[in-house]
C-alpha cells in the first residue's frame, strides 16, 4: 500500500484579487487529506460517504482526470482528510495533491512538481472551473508561498516565503458556504458593471498582499496583522463578506489576534483567520469564540530546516 498527504491551505492576504493578476500570499495548514492506494483489479475511487450529489460528481470527474493522466493504475484509493469541506481551507486542493502523487507513485512515475502540478490542475477544474492555481500551488509546497498569475497565463509563479517566527493561527467555520464558484462570478458581474471602482480595489488589495510578504519575511507579526485587517475591510468593500462573518472577525480581534479576516471566497459563510503570536493564546480564542475551529501552525519548511539544523 502507498500513501500520500496534501495539506490544506489559507490565504493570508490576496484572495480574489490574485483571479485578476495581483499578489497573494498563502500557508500550508497542519491538517490535509491522504490518500491510501491499494492494488485492485481496476483503477477506482472508494467514494467516501455523506458527501452531496454534486461533490460526488466533481469528485468522479476529478478522479477520472488524475487516473487518465497517469495511466490508470491498478490501485483502488481511499480518501480521509481532516478538513473541513467546501469551506474555503484548500480542501479540494489537498485532495487533488494527494491523488495526483499516490496514483503516480503506483503507475511508477516519478512525481516531479511541474507533473504533480499538471495533474493536480486537472482535478481541481473539475471542482473549480479556473482557478487560479493558488490552492494547489500552496498544496504542492507544503509550506509559506507567495504567488501570482497573468490572467491570460495556465501557471502562476510560486516563490517559497519563510518567516523568522512562527504563524499561529485560530480558524474558525462560520455558518455554510455557497459554492465559491458562485460567489467568484458575482464578484466578477459586479466589476463588468463598475469596472473602474472593482480593478481599483483589487489592485489595492495586491498592494497590501506585497505589504503583507515584506512583514512576514521580517517576522513582523504586528505588520501582517495589520495587513490582514485591511484585506478584510476591502474585502468586504468588494461585498464578499456577511454579518456572521464579520462578527466572528471581530470576536477574534477582541480575543487578542494581531490581525483577523475572512479566508477563501468568503460570501455568506465560510472559514476566518485569526493570527496570534502564541498557540496557546490562538487555542484560547477557538475555544473562547463558540464555533467550530482549530489552529494550526503555518508549516514552513525553511523555518523547519534551520530549527533542524540549531538544534
Ligand atoms: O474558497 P477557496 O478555498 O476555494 O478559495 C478561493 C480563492 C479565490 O481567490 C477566491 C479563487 C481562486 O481561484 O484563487
Not at 468522479?60 to 493522466?69: K, Q, S, V
Request: net charge positive; charged share 25%.
Amino acid at each position: 500500500m502507498t500513501s500520500a498527504f496534501g495539506p490544506g491551505k489559507v490565504i493570508l492576504l490576496g484572495e480574489h484579487a490574485v483571479v485578476y493578476g495581483a499578489q497573494a500570499i498563502a500557508g500550508a495548514l497542519e491538517r490535509g487529506v491522504t490518500a491510501e492506494a491499494r492494488p485492485a483489479a481496476r483503477c477506482s475511487l472508494d467514494m467516501p460517504e455523506g458527501l452531496s450529489a454534486s461533490v460526488r460528481k466533481q469528485l468522479r470527474c476529478a478522479f477520472d482526470a488524475a487516473a487518465d493522466a497517469t495511466g490508470r493504475p491498478s490501485v483502488q484509493v481511499r480518501l480521509t482528510s481532516d478538513l473541513p469541506i467546501s469551506m474555503g481551507l484548500g480542501s479540494s486542493a489537498a485532495l487533488s495533491v494527494a491523488v495526483s502523487r499516490v496514483l503516480m507513485e503506483a503507475a511508477g512515475a516519478r512525481p516531479t512538481p511541474r507533473r504533480l502540478g499538471e495533474v493536480a490542475y486537472a482535478m481541481e477544474r473539475c471542482f473549480h472551473g479556473t482557478p487560479s492555481g493558488l490552492d494547489h500551488a500552496c498544496s504542492l509546497a507544503a509550506g509559506l508561498i507567495s504567488y501570482r498569475k497573468a490572467p491570460e497565463k495556465a501557471q502562476g509563479r510560486v516563490s517559497r516565503l519563510s518567516s523568522p517566527v512562527p504563524l499561529q493561527l485560530a480558524v474558525l467555520l462560520v455558518g455554510t458556504r455557497r459554492p465559491a464558484r458562485a460567489t467568484i462570478s458575482a464578484l466578477r458581474e459586479r466589476k463588468e458593471r463598475w469596472p473602474e471602482r472593482y480593478a481599483r480595489t483589487l489592485r489595492e488589495i495586491g498592494r497590501i498582499s506585497g505589504e503583507g510578504r515584506r512583514a512576514v519575511l521580517e517576522g513582523d507579526l504586528e505588520g501582517l496583522g495589520d495587513a490582514m485587517n485591511v484585506n478584510h475591510g476591502l474585502l468586504c468593500a468588494l461585498g464578499l463578506s456577511s454579518a456572521a462573518l464579520d462578527g466572528a472577525v471581530h470576536g477574534l480581534r477582541q480575543a487578542g489576534a494581531l490581525g483577523a479576516k475572512l479566508t477563501g471566497a468568503g460570501g455568506d459563510g465560510g472559514a476566518i483567520i485569526g493570527l496570534f503570536d502564541s498557540r496557546r493564546k490562538a487555542d484560547n480564542a477557538v475555544a473562547a469564540s463558540g464555533l467550530p475551529g482549530f489552529t494550526s501552525t503555518l508549516e514552513d519548511r525553511g523555518r523547519t530546516r534551520r530549527e533542524e539544523i540549531e538544534s
